[in-house]
């Protein structure tokens, strides 16, 4: 798979290399990488941090007494000790939280690129809806949340669940739902731009040999727009991770997701540095994960360069 | 005679129509297959909640006026406050200076960031990951992580004062324009990355022939990339910026964690004044008003942006 890409890049590269050495550009990489870097070791190392060291002056870049009971509150493993243990009591563990939004934001934004990819081909090949269909789309996210979410709220709990007798409220399928329709915009934009990019002779080729449309956009499309679609996964996924005035209003105690909690354990306990970073850095775990999988595919599967004429 | 010849050359018209008519009728299914899902869920979530926000804002309502279907219809009046409320006016501008100038570096860093990743070097995909570490976190985490470094007694304080004297030390939260710049600070954090993966996938989704041709007939590098990568680059640099301005304009959660909109108003943003307008001082017909005016100008701007994309009369 690698040398493959590297075949097919080959030649565009060797403009690039010749100018700025790969000892340079690994450099200034690093640079970036590290200043980017620093305000998360901040937070990491609040993470490990004892109460009294969390606006210890001057501060440390290291903790001193580095402890585990900032990550073990959060999910009531074990029996910390001291005041850590008084601060968060009023806050409840985030197990359901976690697990709540492994469900949500991982269903939610395999819809939402399914939906927009294939709205996207219909737009990109066909200009099905003309121009209005995307724009109208992308109204979407152009309304303030804020604004967006009282008539939202009150659609959700009155009119549903009255006059249609669905009750999306505080549920999976409330969020998935509310998630899916306000990300596919981004898929839809995302994938367009990706598929206008593919010339349409190498599907007219595949159509003219009798393959059906179908065929065509499962076998021949899809695998051509991959990394597209990968980088478009992991952004919606990322939106969906992170979402958070939305599921505040639409959850209460059942279908909670992780932003919600950080925020009622900021509530709850006021300046409650140590184990609100710990819930930071967990929080941000799957989404590295999912990064680092598909980070993958965006390195190797830059497949439009294969495209021949 | 005429009969003779006219029948085979009809009955061909007709087998050629109904031919076409089974090619359309299949494309057309094919296509409504393609759209239907998108459509059905977005008319699902959103046309109801439109009216009701579209209703909201032309009555005199608030929750403490008891029933909303007997509140009095004023028409326009809600729209004819908003647009004199100098509140508004200054939590518009501010948030048009925040999208501005966070979307414009996280794009400059980004290509940047994009071109500086096409050659190949060592550690690269370690040093990818990393630099799309911050947008991978929560808003609220970000909001709380910037909040923690320029505290009075944080680390960025800290290292002011080791290079500068014991006078150095700011208070970030207390000035409006440190506290604003703070939050421009965050948002460019935490969305550079955004930027620089777009960028990045759409530098290597592009054909290499025309820079090979460029390259053959002996075009330099600042050539090259700006009339012939740039020009291409041109749609997916539009989507990427129209992506990121749209998001940054309602910009909420780093704001309402940094600064809650202080000192006083002064970094207040529009999404944060609309959400105190419903939340805390619950004049939702002004809100919605609000609303309805600020999607109209969003409309109208990313209409204008989009241009370039769509699709002409061939």
């Not at chain 1, 939280?97 to 737009?123: D, E, H, K, M, W």
């Not at chain 2, 518009?92 to 290509?111: C, N």
């Not at chain 2, 025309?210 to 989507?239: C, D, Q, S, Y």
């Not at chain 2, 959660?253 to 809650?260: A, G, H, K, S, Y």
């Amino acid at each position: 798979m690698q040398t493959e890409t590297n075949k097919g890049v080959t030649t565009a590269r060797i403009v690039e290399t010749r100018k700025l050495g790969p000892a340079l550009r690994f450099v200034l990489a690093l640079i970036v990488a590290i200043i980017v870097l620093l305000p998360v070791i901040w937070i990491l190392s609040i993470s490990f941090k004892p109460v009294e060291e969390w606006k210890a002056d001057p501060p440390t870049l290291l903790p001193r007494r580095p402890i585990l009971d900032n990550y073990k509150i959060l999910f009531r493993i074990g029996n910390p000790v001291g005041t850590v243990r008084e601060m968060v009591s009023s806050a409840e563990p985030v197990n359901r939280a976690f697990l709540n939004s492994l469900i949500i934001a991982p269903i939610s934004t395999v819809a939402s690129v399914l939906i927009g990819f294939c709205a996207a081909y219909a737009v990109s090949r066909y200009q099905v809806g003309g121009n209005f269909m995307p724009f109208f789309t992308l109204t979407t996210r152009m309304f303030p949340p804020a604004a967006f979410a009282v008539p939202l709220l009150f659609y959700y709990s009155w009119i549903l669940r009255n006059y249609l007798k669905i009750d999306l409220y505080d549920t999976h399928l409330g969020l998935i739902l509310m998630y899916t329709g306000f990300t596919v915009a981004f898929s839809l934009w995302m994938m367009k731009g990706f598929i206008d990019a593919v010339p349409r002779h190498v599907e007219e080729a595949a159509i003219l040999d009798g393959a059906s449309p179908w065929r065509v956009l499962f076998t021949i499309t899809l695998p051509l727009v991959k990394g597209g679609l990968f980088a478009t996964t992991l952004f919606v996924f990322i939106l969906n991770w992170t979402e958070f005035l939305l599921a505040l209003e639409f959850t209460s105690r059942e279908a909670i997701t992780v932003p919600v909690q950080i925020s009622r354990y900021a509530t709850a306990v006021g300046e409650f540095y140590g184990p609100k970073a710990a819930l930071g850095i967990i929080a941000s775990i799957p989404v590295v994960i999912a990064g680092y999988l598909i980070q993958r595919h965006l390195v190797t599967g830059f497949t439009f360069g294969m495209v021949r004429e | 005679m005429a009969d003779l010849v006219h029948k085979p050359s009809q009955a061909n018209a007709t087998i050629r129509v109904s031919r076409l008519a089974r090619i359309i009728n299949k494309e057309t299914n094919f296509q409504i297959a393609l759209v239907a899902p998108l459509q059905l869920l977005l008319w699902f979530l959103l046309i109801v909640p439109t009216i009701v926000v579209l209703y909201l804002s032309i009555i005199a309502w608030q929750p403490i006026l008891g029933d909303w279907t007997k509140a009095p219809i004023v028409w326009l009046k809600n729209y004819g406050d908003v647009l004199s409320d100098r509140v508004f006016w200054a939590a518009l501008g501010r948030t048009v200076a925040v999208v501005t100038i966070a979307v414009s570096l996280e794009f400059i860093i980004g290509l940047g960031l994009a071109l500086l990743f096409r050659g190949d070097f060592l550690a690269k995909r370690i040093l990818t990951s990393v630099i799309l570490y911050p947008m991978m976190l929560p808003w609220v985490v970000v909001g709380f992580t910037f909040y923690l470094l320029f505290l009075p007694q944080g680390p960025v304080n800290y290292l002011l004062r080791q290079a500068l004297g014991p006078g150095a030390a700011v208070s970030w939260f207390k000035e409006p324009l440190l506290a604003f710049s703070t939050i421009v600070l965050a948002d460019v954090w935490q969305w550079m990355p955004f930027m620089f993966l777009i960028l990045y996938s759409g530098l290597g989704a592009l054909p290499r022939e025309p820079v090979e041709a460029a390259m053959t007939l002996g075009a330099n590098r600042w050539h090259i990339f700006r009339h012939v990568i740039l020009p291409m680059l041109k749609p997916i640099i539009i989507i990427a910026l129209v992506i990121r301005a749209l998001e940054a304009f309602k910009i909420f959660d780093l704001i309402f964690i940094m600064t809650d909109g202080g000192p006083g108003t002064s970094t207040e943003s529009i999404s944060l004044y609309i959400y105190r307008l419903s939340f805390e001082y619950q004049r939702l017909s002004y809100a919605a008003a609000m609303a309805v005016l600020i999607l109209l100008l969003v409309t109208v701007i990313t209409r204008i942006a989009i241009r370039p994309l769509e699709y002409h009369q061939e």
